[in-house]
């Protein structure tokens, strides 16, 4: 069985331009995740587990959701035969395909990538821990939103037109905020990130923006007149004043900052043409910066998910992806999560918009 699902990862095997897809466990992998227990490194990270996490299975369940729509997601995505970003989108595809249970322990692989809605959300909790202290460290936290107007489709744009507009963009912020620190004469303390959201049916349907947390509402308000200053010279007017915004933030501003990052699913139909050429712009860039004395705090990453397995039996087994019952099955076909979806969900899986 080892050396036949050995095949089956050697033949999705992918060799085009872009992130190496972290998908191929090589025989030994396999081996050690089957009879993982006994190997040293297994132990270790066995021994990160959270044991008392008491919602392992509402997890499973979350992440068979999650599965079912990345899988429809990165599907659409390579219909588009000419995309330097096909082997990322099938490492997509391919991310947890096989599940592995030690005992109480499941083990899958992450593929790592943006269009991935599992490694996604599970980059924005990191994101979250990671930017928390510094969060909490701010005195008068305040939530801005930088936008530039909509875009032209790329088939006027042009690929690299959008990618060079973005890398504009983020030049203009730090000049932005180095024009108000010195303007100010102290620090700007400020946690931003960049989104493009998609109105697939509009002439222009790009629109590029950015959301941040700035500390202090003097420097929030200077932020957003030095931004339209930057854009509207001369007494032209290429942003709208009234497009800038700025709130007083809370703990649940952090989280809406860094869903923006990852946030793939709207109620606009996905087109995509327009996903791609956005995943295209940012393949390889920085969507989050600091400014000022934030500092992330490190928090370990891996390419490896784990978590308890307290619904099922104790037993070593591997589970596979089968997404006609949109769930992980064992060779006799019994399911791993039991997740059932209701018809929201199937809705939401088939046509990857929310309902209006
Ligand atoms: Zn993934």
Same mark, same amino acid.
């Given at each position: 069985m080892v050396s036949e699902m050995k095949q089956k990862y050697v033949k999705s095997t992918i060799s085009e331009e872009g992130k190496p897809p972290n998908l191929v466990p090589d025989g030994g992998d396999l081996l050690y995740a089957v009879l993982g227990v006994t190997a040293n490194n297994a132990l270790d990270t066995i021994g990160q587990v959270d044991q008392?996490?008491? /919602?392992?299975?509402?997890?499973?369940?979350?992440?068979?959701?999650?599965?079912?729509?990345?899988?429809?997601?990165?599907?659409?995505?390579?219909? !588009?035969?000419?995309?330097?970003?096909?082997? *990322?989108?099938?490492?997509a595809m391919d991310c947890m395909k096989y599940v592995f249970q030690n005992g109480q322990v499941l083990w899958s692989r992450l593929c790592g990538q943006?269009? $991935?809605?599992?490694? @996604?959300?599970?980059?924005?909790?990191?994101?979250?821990? /990671? &930017?928390?202290?510094?969060?909490?460290?701010?005195?008068?936290?305040?939530?801005?939103?930088?936008?530039?107007?909509?875009?032209p489709h790329v088939s006027e744009i042009g &690929?690299?037109?959008?990618?060079?507009?973005?890398?504009?963009? *983020?030049?203009? !912020?730090?000049?932005?905020?180095? *024009? $108000?620190?010195?303007?100010?004469?102290?620090?700007?303390?400020?946690?931003?990130?960049?989104?493009?959201?998609?109105?697939? &049916?509009?002439?222009?349907?790009?629109?590029?923006?950015?959301?941040?947390? %700035?500390?202090?509402y003097e420097s929030a308000k200077m932020i957003k007149q030095e931004?339209?200053?930057?854009?509207? %010279?001369?007494?032209?007017?290429?942003?709208?004043?009234?497009?800038?915004?700025?709130?007083?933030?809370?703990?649940?501003?952090?989280?809406?900052?860094?869903? &923006? %990052?990852?946030k793939m699913l709207g109620k606009n139909d996905f087109d995509a043409v327009c996903y791609d050429a956005v995943q295209r712009a940012i393949a390889n860039k920085r969507t989050v910066f600091t400014f000022g004395?934030?500092?992330?705090? *490190?928090?370990?990453? @891996?390419?490896?998910?784990?978590?308890?397995a307290d619904w099922l039996p104790n037993q070593t087994e591997v589970f596979k992806y089968t997404p006609k019952v949109f769930d992980w099955t064992d060779?006799?076909?019994?399911?791993?999560?039991?997740?059932?979806?209701?018809?929201?969900?199937?809705d939401l899986i088939k046509s990857l918009k929310y309902k209006k």
């Open positions: 008392n996490d008491p /919602s392992s299975q509402d997890k499973a369940l979350k992440k068979a959701l999650s599965k079912a729509i990345s899988l429809t997601l990165n599907g659409r995505l390579l219909t !588009l035969e000419d995309t330097p970003m096909r082997s *990322r989108y099938h490492s943006r269009t $991935c809605l599992i490694c @996604s959300k599970l980059h924005t909790s990191k994101m979250l821990r /990671s &930017y928390t202290p510094e969060f909490d460290k701010m005195v008068d936290p305040q939530f801005v939103v930088l936008t530039y107007g909509r875009l &690929y690299e037109g959008l990618q060079f507009t973005f890398e504009a963009l *983020r030049k203009d !912020l730090t000049n932005v905020i180095r *024009r $108000c620190k010195r303007k100010l004469g102290r620090q700007v303390n400020a946690i931003g990130t960049f989104e493009c959201a998609i109105d697939p &049916y509009k002439q222009n349907p790009f629109h590029p923006h950015f959301n941040l947390i %700035v500390d202090g931004w339209i200053k930057e854009h509207n %010279v001369g007494g032209q007017e290429n942003i709208s004043p009234d497009a800038q915004y700025i709130r007083s933030a809370d703990k649940g501003s952090l989280k809406e900052l860094f869903k &923006y %990052v990852t004395s934030i500092r992330a705090h *490190r928090i370990k990453s @891996s390419n490896e998910e784990m978590f308890v060779p006799k076909r019994n399911r791993l999560t039991g997740f059932n979806p209701n018809q929201d969900e199937i």
